[in-house]
């Protein structure tokens, strides 16, 4: 995958942004290395709030799946779900 297919961008200035990276359990790509079909790719995020006063609300903007970009071609070819949880803290 590109490392500049997919921005992401919070609305709140403050939150600084760990490396991201993708997780797959299997190897969901086909033999072409242009799709995936029927898989899920998770891309974990840590972020880390910078002022401490406001609260933990927040708001992410992602761009369209046809930004998902292997070798020139759309990596997605469905739809694009997002889930945001909350990190447990230690």
Do not use: W
Not at 17 to 42: L, W
């Amino acid at each position: 995958m590109n490392p500049d297919a997919l921005r992401l961008d919070f609305c709140d200035k403050s939150i600084k942004v760990g490396k991201s990276f993708p997780f797959s359990g299997i190897n969901t790509y086909k033999n072409n290395y242009t799709h995936v079909k029927n898989r899920i790719i998770s891309v974990q995020l840590r972020c880390e709030r910078q002022d401490k006063r406001v609260e933990d609300s927040l708001a992410l903007s992602i761009l369209p799946s046809d930004f998902l970009m292997c070798n020139e071609k759309r990596v997605l070819t469905d739809s694009l779900r997002i889930v945001l949880k909350k990190a447990k803290r230690k």
